[in-house]
């Protein structure tokens, strides 16, 4: 088992910077590729960035990139993301999640977070 706890998540100024961390404990963390997906209201979750286990590769979807950067420190357990020039369109749930492959699918993923609430206001 992984437990994943997000936090840094708050109401937002469009154009602000936020950061968003998720502390894993449980199994080893550096086993795991790490994302981020995020639902907004009345809509599917979609995924928006994911690490590898060493933190070597990267990959976004096209709506944050240049935007969002994803990072980790495996010493600390942890994995961030980094969010900068936000924009309402990015008001969301952010979930943090572990697995082994290297998808965007939400069903590809093991272990999830309960979330953190970012709001974006124009």
């Known amino acids: 088992q992984v437990q994943l706890v997000e936090s840094g998540g708050s109401l937002m100024q469009a154009g602000g910077s936020l950061r968003l961390s998720c502390a894993a404990s449980?199994?080893?963390?550096?086993?795991?590729?790490m994302a981020w997906f995020r639902q907004a209201p009345g809509k599917e979750r979609e995924f928006v960035a994911i690490?590898?286990?060493?933190?070597?590769?990267?990959r976004y979807i096209d709506s944050v990139k240049g935007r969002f950067t994803i990072s980790r420190d495996n010493p600390k357990n942890t994995v961030y993301l980094q969010m900068n020039s936000l924009k309402p369109e990015d008001t969301a749930v952010y979930y943090c999640?572990?697995?082994?492959?290297?998808?965007?699918?939400?069903?590809?993923?093991?272990?999830w977070g309960q979330g953190t609430q970012v709001t974006v206001s124009s």
């Open positions: 999640t572990a697995g082994r492959g290297w998808t965007p699918d939400v069903g590809d993923y093991d272990y």
């Open positions: 449980g199994r080893t963390f550096a086993d795991y590729n």
């Open positions: 690490i590898n286990s060493d933190g070597s590769l990267t």
